[in-house]
């Protein structure tokens, strides 16, 4: 009999860290599933978002003050756009 992982797809994902927000256990779980330097690129994802969404810098302007290639920025750029306009306004309410 082979054994299974029991978690298998990114929704299961999700509601762990639901559950863990839930129980107040957040910052604990995700402190212990993300390296220092996984958790410095989220910190980058969220701001190269949040200044993507507000519009006012270009890439590479974005790029310098974030310390990071301007591929990335592009990654996340393309990212918002495969989303809907209801998905980009929900991601800016979320950040704002």
């Not at 993300?34 to 890439?59: C, H, M, P, W, Y």
């Not at 920025?73 to 809907?84: A, D, H, P, Q, W």
Request: proline share 1%.
């Amino acid at each position: 009999m082979s054994q299974q992982p029991e978690y298998t797809d990114w929704q299961q994902i999700v509601d762990l860290i639901k559950h863990s927000v839930d129980s107040e256990q957040h910052n604990m779980l995700l402190t212990m599933l993300l390296t220092a330097d996984e958790r410095e690129a989220l910190i980058a994802r969220v701001n190269i978002f949040n200044e993507l969404l507000k519009g006012e810098l270009s890439q590479r302007q974005i790029s310098q003050m974030l310390g990071v290639g301007v591929a990335t920025i592009t990654r996340g750029s393309n990212e918002l756009k495969s989303r809907s306009d209801e998905e980009k306004q929900l991601l800016e309410k979320l950040l704002g």
